[in-house]
C-alpha cells in the first residue's frame, strides 16, 4: 500500500492536511532532550521540531533542515492514521516505514532505508 503525502516545506511553517508546525529545528547532538514531545531522532542525533522558523534561503536543499522537517511530517500524518485506525502508537515497540521522496529532498546525508516512529 502506498500513500502520497503532500506537504508544503515554508519558511515559517510545515503544513500538511491536517495541520502544521512551526518549521524550526532545535539540534541536540547526541544528548536526548528534556521534552519528549515533537523530537525526532536521526543518524544517533536527536533534534526538536516546531522551534520558531527557519531562516530564508535561496535552495531549501542546501541543507538537510527541511528533509527532517518532512520526515517529522511523514510521523506526524503516521500517527494521525494509527490513531483512526484505533490503535494506539505502543512507544517501546517502533513502527519502520518505507520513505521515497523527490529527488531535491533527499540532500546529502546518508537515508535511512525506513522511517522508525
Known sequence: MSIIIGIDHGYYAIKIA???????????????PYTRQGFLEFGGCFFVCGTGRQPIQRDKTANDNYYLLTLAAIARVSRRNMKSRRRKPN???????????????????????ALEI
Open 18 to 32: 491536517h495541520c502544521s508546525f512551526p518549521a524550526g529545528l532545535t539540534s541536540y547532538g547526541e544528548h536526548e
Open 91 to 113: 512507544r517501546k515497540s517502533k513502527s519502520k516505514l518505507r520513505v521515497s521522496m523527490a529527488r531535491g529532498l533527499r540532500g546529502s546525508a546518508p537515508r535511512p532505508e
